[in-house]
């Protein structure tokens, strides 16, 4: 099993566990998530967007593969999410290229036989 697949395994295994134990405070958490993530002023995929650039940020691989499956699901284009990735490059300067890596991966499963988008500057 490579690393996508044990994160995405490993997280659906914590949360039907979670769901099992009758977790409030899990269950909480998922309203929130489902409110948080709503359409408003911004769209499902903005916020998306936004999560992906903080995932990078802070480091958590699995925050990244989370937001940007569901970015693409909203409609992302891989663009999109390359764009929200250097946001976070920004935002969290040299480390957050190490964390980038791992996005640029989870992308390259997400964007299957897509083509690159290519920025002004290459």
């Known amino acids: 099993m490579n690393k996508l697949e044990d994160l995405r395994t490993r997280r659906e295994a914590a949360h039907r566990r979670l769901l099992a134990l009758k977790s409030r ?3 909480s958490f998922l309203d929130m998530e489902r409110a948080t993530y709503a359409d408003g002023a911004l769209t499902k995929k903005h916020k998306e967007l936004v999560a ?3 995932s990078v940020v802070i480091d958590c ?3 990244m593969q989370w937001h940007i499956e569901q970015a693409a699901t909203a409609g992302a284009s891989f663009q999109e999410v390359l764009e929200a990735v250097e946001v976070g490059i920004e935002m969290g300067g040299g480390p957050a290229t190490v964390s980038a890596r791992f996005a640029l991966e989870v992308m390259d499963s997400i ?3 897509q083509p690159p ?4 500057d290459n």
């Not at 988008?117 to 002004?120: G, I, R």
């Open 25 to 27: 405070t899990y269950r």
């Open 61 to 63: 691989e699995s925050c």
């Open 117 to 120: 988008a290519t920025t002004p």
């Open 52 to 54: 992906i650039g903080i």
């Open 111 to 113: 964007f299957t036989g």
